[in-house]
């Protein structure tokens, strides 16, 4: 992000968009340690709650009429904040906030249109209430169903672009653009959303009839897999690196002999090496200094270089 908003440019962006927006959907100065699954990071310059898919609309044209039309330069689009990393001296830009109203799912047979907002856990939840099947491998992914568009997340052998129909964006020009699951170019953590400015409002997934007890208990079992393995009881953002082709992160990260290891408050979980955690009130830069130092272990002792799956904001 490098728009640095001076207080008469935050003046006329607060004018256009009370005229769209209710006062306490636009905050100056917000806290994104509340807004993300770390629990840490600075302060965004302007965070603006979206409730519906006009109002993103309308936004957009008022950032537009401001000059700010760079899609991760002068504005970024905020989920669950399940991904994200915010550096310490927070955002200088415009945020953009699906809330928790952004979130309707509408079931028809075997498909769910769902709102970008709308959390996997709802989602999966939604599709086990009418029996519908395939989608339990999200059962415990934190993370916005639009977001998780965007990384082609998944687990347990299933990803979304398995089950993805279609989905609707929107361009940071008002452009809506509609594609299928194949034109999506899904790969491992990938979608197009990663090569082109677009924002997911809306995914339709094809989901197959089911036995509803046996949803549930396969819900119910990945969920206890996860709480078993993985260091859910810390803030974190997941899994924190990529798979290398060949190699599994943790186990790389475990044989560096960096189980445990910490740099201030940010430590890799003795739980599950793919997991750096926020252990006791850590900075954003402990985290990425951990990070860093992970990388240049695990290249020193494997020669593999770790990409990170986190999406950094606001460092430099």
């Known amino acids: 992000m490098k728009m640095e908003f001076n207080q008469e440019a935050k003046k006329r962006l607060y004018q256009r968009l009370s005229e769209i927006l209710d006062s306490e959907q636009i905050l100056f100065n917000e806290e994104m340690s509340a807004h993300t699954t770390f629990r840490t990071g600075g302060k965004a310059d302007i965070f603006i709650e979206i409730d519906t898919s006009a109002q993103l609309g309308s936004v957009l044209a008022a950032l537009r009429a401001e000059g700010l039309s760079r899609l991760n ?38 498909t769910l249109v769902c709102e970008a907002g709308a959390t996997l856990a709802q989602v999966a939840h939604k599709a086990c209430e009418h029996a519908l099947t395939g989608f339990e491998f999200v059962a415990g992914i934190p993370g916005s169903i639009g977001g998780a568009i965007v990384m082609n997340a998944g687990a347990y052998g299933g990803e979304m672009r398995q089950v993805v129909e279609r989905v609707l964006l929107i361009t940071p020009d008002g452009t809506f653009i509609e594609k299928s699951g194949a034109e999506m170019n899904f790969a491992y953590r990938h979608s197009i ?58 186990k790389l990260i475990e044989e560096a002999g960096l189980r445990g290891f910490s740099v201030g408050g940010a430590q890799i979980s003795e739980k599950h090496c793919g997991f750096v955690i926020n252990k006791n009130n850590a900075s954003a830069a402990d985290i990425q200094a951990l990070i860093t130092e992970v990388q240049r272990r695990v290249y020193a002792s494997a020669k593999v270089t770790l990409e990170p799956e986190v999406i950094l904001l606001g460092f430099d």
């Open 193 to 250: 959303v990663k090569e082109q400015p677009l924002i997911v409002l809306e995914v339709t997934l094809a989901l197959m009839h089911g036995n509803q007890e046996e949803i549930q208990a396969r819900m119910k079992d990945l969920a206890s897999r996860r709480w078993e393995k993985q260091p859910l009881e810390y803030p974190s953002a997941g899994s924190t690196f990529k798979r290398p082709e060949g190699y599994f992160a943790g």
């Open 73 to 110: 330069e002068d504005f970024f689009l905020l989920g669950n904040g399940s991904n994200v990393l915010v550096s310490d001296k927070g955002i200088q830009g415009v945020v953009l906030h699906l809330s928790k109203a952004y979130a309707n799912i509408v079931v028809h047979d075997t």
